[in-house]
């Protein structure tokens, strides 16, 4: 199911570089997030977007930053990485006509491996 | 305190048995509940919702009581393709922009021998 990819799948860099991860999703989707997972705690949200026309940072944007470039694309920057960013990325999309009550599904993709060293 | 905890496990359990998984949440407003499960290295992608009057799905069943703000799984007849993290999922409404945003628990580990 490659509905949504996201690249590079993993990527090793160093402190200070500019990194982009991309999304794309071909899922026909509104909303698109970004997300990290550490070992020991759940996915957080990083940026959110309901169109291309709007970006809602999350609980943990400091250090990123996003743009949409078009409702299939939603890329996540790291101006100047850190080695505390290192961590699973994931990016998910919804459908804001399923985004209510029990319908808040989200798809996720196969997430991006990021080593800050 | 976390909005979603989970116990991180890992239960170990043989194929066939009975596993039960428990969660709580902190915002009594949470409306929507979730589990998704997750695959060692993979995406997390959702089992099942979880409705107010239970709900089962083949060998899986899901519980919530609003009261105790606590979620349940239950996995019968676990079988060795049952092993990943089961992610504990709540609805959080309520902020200015409408968001109805997904927390997310850490995870119960799961994994199931021969």
């Known amino acids: 199911d490659a509905d949504v990819t996201q690249t590079p799948r993993n990527r090793i860099t160093k402190t200070g570089k500019r990194i982009m991860l991309e999304c794309s999703q071909t899922k026909g989707h509104d909303r698109m997030y970004w997300y990290r997972q550490d070992p020991g705690l759940g996915l957080r949200l990083i940026y959110y977007?309901?169109?291309?026309?709007?970006?809602n940072k999350g609980e943990i944007s400091d250090g990123y930053s996003v743009s949409r470039q078009a409702q299939a694309k939603f890329s996540l920057s790291l101006e100047s990485a850190i080695p505390n960013q290192t961590a699973l990325y994931f990016c998910a999309t919804s459908d804001h006509r399923r985004s209510s009550g029990r319908y808040n599904e989200q798809f996720f993709g196969p997430g991006t491996r990021l080593t800050v060293l | 305190r976390k909005e979603v905890e989970q116990d991180p496990g890992p239960f170990n359990v043989p194929e066939g048995a009975t596993v039960a998984f428990n969660c709580t949440y902190s915002?009594?407003?949470?409306?929507?509940f979730f589990w998704y499960r997750q695959d060692c290295r993979k995406e997390p992608k959702l089992l099942m919702s979880v409705y107010s009057s239970g709900n089962e799905d083949g060998r899986f069943t899901a519980q919530l009581n609003r009261a105790s703000q606590y979620i349940s799984l239950l996995i019968r007849d676990s079988k060795l393709s049952d092993s990943a993290t089961y992610l504990c999922v709540v609805n959080s409404f309520g902020n200015s922009y409408g968001y109805n945003k997904l927390i997310f628990g850490a995870g119960t580990r799961l994994a199931v021998h021969p």
């Open positions: 915002n009594s407003a949470s409306q929507s």
């Open positions: 977007s309901f169109d291309v026309k709007d970006i």
